[in-house]
């Protein structure tokens, strides 16, 4: 199973970025997809799932109507659409699954979200 997040980036309060996990190993239709987010000092915190299908989208009340998960079964890849960023989203964003065939947890590396002025 391999999980590879990139798109993080230094951007000012106001602006957009796109993060895009791409991923291997796992049927990947199959399976739900999240994304969490890790700021500094602080525990990891989920930020949004989108179902296997994509039908259903579910995020944290932080970034509600300023994310936006979205997932192409055929290229394999989940991506995270952020606007009107904020200084308090700043974190490292990590791309997760958990699949029943390991039992266990799946994470990538994550990728740096840093928003300053």
């Known amino acids: 199973v391999q999980l590879v997040e990139s798109g993080g980036d230094l951007v000012q309060p106001g602006g957009s970025l796109t993060l895009d996990c791409l991923t291997s190993?796992?049927?990947?239709?199959?399976?739900?997809m999240s994304w969490y987010r890790q700021a500094p000092g602080k525990e990891r915190d989920w930020v949004a799932t989108?179902?296997?299908?994509?039908?259903?989208?579910n995020y944290a009340d932080s970034v509600k109507g300023r994310f936006t998960v979205s997932r192409d079964n055929v290229k394999r890849r989940v991506y995270l659409q952020m606007n009107d960023l904020k200084p308090e989203d700043t974190a490292v964003y990590y791309c997760?699954?958990?699949?029943?065939?390991?039992?266990?947890?799946?994470w990538g590396p994550g990728t740096q979200v840093t928003v300053s002025s």
């Open positions: 989108i179902t296997s299908t994509g039908s259903t989208t």
């Open positions: 190993g796992f049927p990947f239709s199959s399976l739900d």
């Open positions: 997760h699954i958990f699949y029943w065939r390991t039992g266990r947890d799946h």
